[in-house]
């Protein structure tokens, strides 16, 4: 487990996000997530779109079932899988900026739901989801193990988890640590950064049976080429991204070193991105 030298809290997760809201929302776009590039030639929208129902393939979601994505950004995920799949899905946030842009989805769709809440203190009941899905938000949880329990816990029997995870190599040397692990952990507001061995051993430690992992970082990369290049633009053309930067008072502006850093990486193949799939065993009447 990679830990960043200065710890991370779930406050420090939610002014991050907070604080880089409308960033988040020029460059990224409704969906604060990676693109799946499985063809090639995808745009980035459709590689956006292509990872979610990649991983809505994997957890075979059926109409009427109730999925929680924890850590659901702006909502767009959790509204495109109940057009697509016609699930209900309860999306929750540690950010109160992207909460309020979540719940304007509301109006009129009634299988979503948006709150803010701490995935490592909610209050779902046991056996509350039939399906739990996590892109890119197990990153930001300080305690990695209590996550996979929360979500065995509240995962109905036979139920299943999809998660989308930034990854550390196995084997990651002592330079990867230093000069690109830990400080995008830092400069991310990560608590800390698994490996495929560590995640693989959290889901078993809760109970879970471990149905697969999937490596998809070399289909992924190409979102960080893209969001360096949407930055330099905004730098080029928009004063208050030069601004942001310049002004010591913002907190999370050293995150924009991190694009670079990212990039750096995988193609060093320091990180990774997978997508790890688990099972609650349809026994389980606990």
């Known amino acids: ?51 979610i129902a990649h991983l809505a393939d994997r957890l075979a979601m059926e109409p009427g079932q109730h999925i929680c994505d924890v850590g659901c950004g702006y909502g767009a995920t959790a509204e495109w ?32 739901r948006f709150m803010r809440q701490d995935w490592l203190e909610n209050k779902f009941e046991d056996n509350a989801f039939d399906r739990i899905v996590a892109i890119e938000s197990s990153e930001h949880m300080s305690d990695k193990q209590r996550f996979f329990d929360e979500a065995y816990r509240t995962l109905r029997p036979g139920g299943r988890l999809g998660i989308y995870a930034w990854l550390a190599r196995d084997r990651v040397h002592p330079w990867e640590e230093r000069h690109l692990l830990e400080p995008i952990c830092r400069e991310g507001r990560l608590p800390g950064m698994g490996s495929e061995a560590d995640y693989r051993d959290f889901a078993a430690r809760a109970g879970f049976m471990v149905d697969g992992f999937e490596d998809l970082s070399r289909k992924v990369r190409r979102t960080w080429t893209l969001c360096a290049g949407r930055v330099a633009r905004k730098l080029a053309t928009q004063p208050q991204y030069r601004r942001y930067l310049l002004d010591a008072r913002s907190k999370n502006r050293v995150f924009a070193l991190s694009l670079l850093r990212i990039w750096a990486a995988y193609v060093a193949g320091s990180m990774r991105y997978g997508l790890l799939m688990a099972s609650k065993p349809a026994d389980d009447r606990a």
């Open 1 to 51: 487990m990679i830990a960043p030298r200065q710890i991370q809290t779930s406050a420090d997760v939610a002014e991050h996000y907070d604080e880089l809201d409308p960033f988040y929302r020029e460059i990224w776009g409704e969906h604060v997530h990676h693109g799946l590039w499985t063809k090639g030639d995808e745009t980035p929208d459709q590689a956006v779109e292509t990872l």
């Open 81 to 112: 899988l109940a057009t697509h799949h016609g699930v209900h899905v309860t999306g929750i946030t540690l950010s109160s900026a992207q909460l309020r842009q979540a719940e304007k989805r509301e109006t009129g769709a009634p299988l979503l």
